[in-house]
Every structure is written in C-alpha cells, then in structure tokens.
C-alpha cells in the first residue's frame, strides 16, 4: 500500500537549519508530486510548497522563497525538505503528502515534530 | 494567499448532519474547482475525504459530501457519529499554482 514515512523529531536552535525526509512506498514515485505542509501549535495546514516531478522543480510557496528547499533522490524515492534560519515560529509539525498535482493529496507522512528553542 | 475562512468550531448531536463552510476569493474558490477537504486526528497525518469539490476518495463513507456556491465551499456530515469527532480543514488550488488551506473547524458530536 501507499505508505509515506517521515523522519524522526528534531529539536534546532534559532538560526539553525533542519532537515526533514519522507520515504515513499508503494507507488510509482515519479507519477505523483510531493508537497509540504506545516502546522504550528494551535494554528491550522500551511502549505509551504511542492517537488513536481513533470519537470524535477520545486516550487515554494512566497513565506518560503528564501529559506527552504526541496529535492527529492528517485534512487531511494525519498523526498527531502531543508529550512534554514529557523525562528521560534517555525517550531511545528511538518507534513509530506502524496499529491495529484496541487489538486489534491491522498496520502500523508505521519508527520514530523521541529521544536525550535535556545 | 491568505487562509480560507472557515469558522473555528461546530457541533452536532449523533445521528444529525453538519455542515462546514470554508470561504475564500476569486483567485481560488471562485475561480478553480479544486477544493479538497481533510480530517487531521491527533497524532495522525490528514486524511483526505472530498477532491475536486464533491468526488469521495474509495473507503471514504458515503456520509462526507462537499459543494460550492461562488467563493464558498461546504463539507456536509450526515448521520453524525462520534468518530467524526475531529478537526477538519478545507484546501483549494490558487492562482499563482499555490494551494491555500483554511484555518481548521473543530467538530464536536454531543
């Protein structure tokens, strides 16, 4: 089945950057894009941006343009978000999905808790 | 983009139906229907139950429907149980190939 497993939690100072993978099973990688979301404690889905695998490109959402990026590895079908610059307000969870381009997105990591803290 | 406006909370006696709205512009509502609403449980990652406006994914009840009139979209749940009791969050392709999400409605059954 459709199975999509993200790395563990993280705790970064600010300033500090973090990575964050999702392993994909179960599906033919390259037919489906990948999108990230995030949500903040108390606070709703962000959408932060997508790896579109119809021309290997990310592209970020405006919040994001400078400090992350988003590749992914068709060898291990793994796809990889890395933010820079962290701030308190980046502490959140932080959501791969399956998507059907910016349409929908049927399948989601389990999610991944980023604790930013001095 | 700024969020969907959807209101923080609804609730609902077993066995009644609900309806969510989830508001937004032109640029994204109005214009696209791609509307896609979600069900996120604690600890779990979002689970898709309506695409494309009003099309359920396979496994996903019967009980879900969606609709759009203009700038809004609605989620229905008939037949209220107490496991939909959950927090719900509508999203929408955007100009600008974005996807914009709303603010989140916490259901609560009575």
């Known amino acids: 089945q459709v199975q999509l497993v993200q790395s563990g939690p993280d705790i970064k100072k600010p300033g500090a950057s973090v990575r964050v993978s999702c392993k994909a099973s179960?599906?033919?990688?390259?037919?489906?894009?990948v999108t990230w979301v995030r949500q903040a404690r108390g606070q709703g889905l962000e959408w932060m941006g997508w790896?579109?695998?119809?021309?290997?490109?990310?592209h970020y959402a405006q919040d994001f343009l400078d400090r992350v990026t988003m590749t992914t590895d068709t060898s291990t079908t793994t796809a990889s978000l890395e933010m820079r610059n962290l701030t308190f307000e980046d502490t959140a969870i932080y959501y791969c999905?399956?998507?059907?381009?910016?349409?929908?997105?049927?399948?989601w990591g389990q999610g991944t808790r980023i604790t930013v803290s001095s | 983009q700024s969020a969907l406006t959807q209101p923080a909370a609804v609730s609902g006696s077993p066995g009644q139906s609900i309806t969510i709205s989830c508001t937004g512009t032109s640029s994204d509502i109005g214009t696209y229907s791609f509307v896609s609403w979600y069900q996120l449980r604690p600890g779990e990652g979002p689970k898709l139950l309506i695409f494309d406006v009003n099309d359920r994914p396979s496994g996903v009840s019967d009980r879900f429907s969606g609709s759009k009139s203009g700038n809004t979209a609605s989620l229905t749940i008939s037949r209220l149980q107490a496991e939909d009791e959950s927090d719900y969050y509508c999203a929408s392709f955007a100009s600008s190939n974005s996807v914009v999400f709303g603010g989140g409605t916490k259901l609560t059954v009575l």
């Open positions: 790896f579109d695998p119809t021309n290997a490109k990310p």
């Open positions: 999905a399956r998507g059907g381009r910016l349409h929908w997105f049927d399948s």
């Open positions: 179960g599906y033919g990688f390259l037919a489906y894009g």
